[in-house]
């Protein structure tokens, strides 16, 4: 089955920096466009960066254009997310998506951003 598992989240101080990483199993990664959507509290999910599966197209959200970075390594089944420049705003669960037949998620790592 799907399996997608998120990693790297934490407790960082504004300004600094985390790399998010999301294994996934069960699907042929290599050609699933693969996406990062994030949840704050009392907020509804919303979408950060996708990228295609070859990873030569990427899509960001404006608000951390300049900040975040989403690559792949296929041969890893991995999807990452470099973060800089935290701030507060940035404070979320983060949750790895691949679209299949239809949309998977994974269970999500919180970040937290705070001095």
């Known amino acids: 089955q799907v399996q997608l598992v998120e990693s790297g989240g934490g407790l960082v101080q504004p300004g600094g920096s985390l790399r998010l990483s999301c294994a996934a199993s069960?699907?042929?990664?290599?050609?699933?466009?693969m996406s990062w959507y994030r949840q704050s509290p009392g907020k509804e999910r919303e979408w950060v960066a996708t990228m295609s599966s070859t990873g030569v197209r990427t899509a960001y959200q404006d608000s951390v254009k300049g900040r975040f970075t989403v690559s792949r390594d296929n041969d890893k089944r991995t999807l990452y997310l470099d973060m800089n420049n935290l701030t507060s705003e940035d404070t979320a669960v983060y949750f790895c998506?691949?679209?299949?037949?239809?949309?998977?998620w994974g269970q999500g790592t919180q970040v937290t951003v705070s001095s």
């Open positions: 998506s691949a679209f299949l037949v239809r949309r998977y």
């Open positions: 069960g699907f042929t990664f290599s050609t699933a466009v």
